[in-house]
């Protein structure tokens, strides 16, 4: 079964705080990602790893720092955000990240991020 | 590079109604091609996809077919249910390592 599992579901942070989410896959997969979904619109691509390196970086804020500590695990960083930040974080994994066009992501249910 | 177009919505139905959504894609090559949903306060759950030419997905009485000749891919069902009220993507990758979307349509289905 598809599964990639994040924590928390939901986070309130003030601008000044520190804080991470976390994200976790075991298909075994070898790519994992980090989209952005504000209301309403699709999502959008932050940063990509491909075997535990980081493969595409989306012009993201340093604010936003992203962790690969293995191949099932996926961390991101978030420091000094600001309310415009506020949004639906996505992370995702698929086989690998060479798969072209034949490449399918599967996501997980998301970390609900209100800065205030 | 490619991209998709989905019909805008929203698009509201009765119970049992027919649905159809429009997708058409604009690629290099014959990508494959997905139909993403979302439900309320949800992730993305992939709902189906196509790798090739004529193929059709199909999952939960959803079903779409890959059509090169139309560059379509159109996301149907014969019935649709007040649970299937969601946002539905289609999608296709976009380079090696990202997916481009379509904007959502947003089904909402009343009893």
């Known amino acids: 079964d598809t599964e990639v599992t994040q924590t928390p579901k939901h986070l309130v942070m003030g601008m000044t705080n520190k804080k991470s989410l976390k994200c976790e896959q075991h298909?075994?997969?070898?790519?994992m990602y980090w989209y952005k979904q504000k209301a309403k619109k699709p999502p959008e691509l932050m940063f990509v790893?491909?075997?535990?390196?980081?493969?595409i970086n989306e012009s993201v804020p340093s604010r936003f720092s992203p962790e690969c500590p293995n191949s099932s695990l996926l961390n991101l960083h978030l420091h000094a955000l600001q309310p415009e930040d506020s949004a639906l974080y996505l992370c995702?994994?698929?086989?690998?990240?060479?798969?072209?066009?034949?490449?399918?992501?599967?996501f997980g249910e998301g970390s609900w991020l209100t800065v205030v | 590079g490619n991209s998709v177009t989905q019909m805008e919505g929203p698009v509201t139905l009765s119970e049992e109604a027919f649905l159809t959504i429009n997708c058409t894609y604009t690629a290099t090559g014959y990508p494959s091609l997905f139909w993403y949903v979302q439900y309320p306060g949800e992730g993305l759950q992939l709902l189906l996809k196509a790798t090739k030419a004529d193929d059709k997905g199909s999952n939960k009485g959803f079903e779409a077919t890959y059509r090169k000749e139309t560059t379509s891919f159109h996301l149907e069902k014969g019935s649709v249910q007040v649970s299937d009220s969601a946002v539905y993507f289609c999608?296709?990758?976009?380079?090696?390592?990202?997916?481009?979307f379509g904007a959502g349509t947003r089904l909402t289905v009343k009893p």
């Open positions: 995702a994994s698929s086989q690998t990240g060479g798969q072209g066009t034949r490449n399918t992501i599967y």
């Open positions: 999608a296709l990758p976009y380079n090696n390592n990202d997916m481009r």
């Open positions: 790893y491909s075997y535990e390196k980081l493969s």
């Open positions: 298909m075994g997969h070898r790519a």
